[in-house]
């Protein structure tokens, strides 16, 4: 990187912090001395979601977080365990590489969580996700909720 106040050197870094979001450096020029710092951030890959009809849309964390709200409404469920639930889905995406992710397996990954975390918003996401055809299937899922 270049000097910004002379415009000639390459300068060196002589610290370096990071928090796991952003990069700081502080630099030296060699030639002036001048001191400054940079902030780096990690760029995250874009993420495109697969649809049930096969066309993409670009990964929209809000939409998640969202339909986990809406499934956790009046339960005693905070919002940083909903960010939690999906900080652990999209970071499961990223270290493993994907690219692509199909909206059916997002949805399951979701349920997992919420099912760990509070059996009634698992049932009340489960039900418009599966989007049950009777109230035969919404026992069924109920009695193995129970079970558990």
Avoid at 28 to 56: H, M, Q, W
Avoid at 124 to 139: C, G, H, L, P
Wanted: hydrophobic share 30%; charged share 40%; aromatic share 8%.
């Amino acid at each position: 990187m270049l000097c910004p106040s002379c415009s000639k050197s390459e300068t060196q870094v002589i610290d370096s912090r990071d928090d796991g979001k952003i990069i700081r450096r502080r630099r030296a020029c060699g030639k002036c001395n001048y001191r400054f710092t940079t902030y780096e951030r990690i760029e995250i890959p874009k993420l495109s979601v697969i649809k049930k009809d096969k066309r993409k849309e670009p990964f929209i964390r809000n939409k998640i977080i969202t339909g986990i709200q809406k499934a956790c409404e009046k339960r005693p469920i905070k919002e940083e365990e909903i960010e939690g639930i999906v900080d652990k889905i999209e970071q499961s995406f990223f270290e493993k590489g994907e690219k692509e992710v199909e909206s059916r397996l997002i949805g399951q990954m979701v349920m997992e969580e919420l099912k760990k975390l509070d059996p009634v918003a698992y049932l009340r996401f489960a039900s418009v996700y599966r989007a049950f055809k009777d109230v035969e299937s919404f026992e069924r899922e109920v009695h193995k909720v129970i079970k558990k």
